[in-house]
T-cell receptor
Framework: DAKTTQPPSMDCAEGRAANLPCNHS???????VYWYRQIHSQGPQYIIHGLKNNETNEMASLIITEDRKSSTLILPHATLRDTAVYYCIVRVSFISSGSARQLTFGSGTQLTVLP | GAVVSQHPSWVICKSGTSVKIECRSLDFQATTMFWYRQFPKQSLMLMATSNEGSKATYEQGVEKDKFLINHASLTLSTLTVTSAHPEDSSFYIC??????????????FGQGTRLTVV
């Protein structure tokens, strides 16, 4: 799996958009970008994933650069409950990986939403 | 999304005793489950892969005789920490992913188990 680089911490004002960057310059053509978050003392929660097109769901938007070497997770209106560690993970899709569905977590970004 | 449940959420045990942690997939079958460990202020580290009906596979440096894994059914995997010591105190998290037939494309995690060995 390709290595990712994320800033260790970020702050965001409540109600504002939170933009979390991730660099993955060695990503392979068949690897997806996955985002998970972990609220303190809980298990990780899936947020979103994408291959090359921008993606949006009820939680967030994922913007992937055209060269796919970096991406940005956007939480459009951050709330205090969005305070968590956000992990950007690059790997082949779960569909193509058979039973190899483990995830390799980096150090992530601690997002703190401020009131 | 699919639900993975862990039990207990937290446990305190005496040094030298054994502790069992359960991981259940509530609305799907999982032939493979994964166990992670997370020490304070660190990231999740994969410990082992639990395979239904066969032996678990362990990551390098994880003692298989200390961390016993049983995956006796398609919805339940258990992790037993044997002869626990204070250095085993950690946050243990399991993960599972539905098969491709259901169209799921991500992994789901349990809520984690905080183990404290005193």
């Amino acid at each position: 799996d390709a290595k990712t680089t994320q800033p260790p911490s970020m702050d965001c004002a409540e109600g504002r958009a939170a933009n979390l960057p991730c660099n993955h310059s060695t990503i392979s053509g068949n690897e997806y970008v996955y985002w998970y978050r972990q609220i303190h003392s809980q298990g990780p929660q899936y947020i979103i994933h994408g291959l090359k097109n921008n993606e949006t769901n009820e939680m967030a938007s994922l913007i992937i650069t055209e060269d796919r070497k970096s991406s940005t997770l956007i939480l459009p209106h951050a709330t205090l409950r969005d305070t968590a560690v956000y992990y950007c993970i690059v790997r082949v899709s779960f569909i193509s990986s058979g039973s190899a569905r483990q995830l390799t977590f980096g150090s992530g970004t601690q997002l703190t939403v401020l009131p | 999304g699919a639900v993975v449940s862990q039990h207990p959420s937290w446990v305190i045990c005496k040094s030298g005793t054994s502790v069992k942690i359960e991981c259940r997939s509530l609305d799907f079958q999982a032939t493979t489950m994964f166990w992670y460990r997370q020490f304070p202020k660190q990231s999740l580290m994969l410990m082992a892969t639990s395979n239904e009906g066969s032996k678990a596979t362990y990551e390098q440096g994880v003692e298989k005789d200390k961390f016993l894994i049983n995956h006796a059914s398609l919805t339940l995997s258990t992790l037993t920490v044997t002869s626990a010591h204070p250095e085993d105190s950690s946050f243990y998290i399991c993960s599972a992913s539905p098969g491709t037939g259901g169209g799921w494309t991500e992994a789901f995690f349990g809520q984690g188990t905080r183990l404290t060995v005193v």
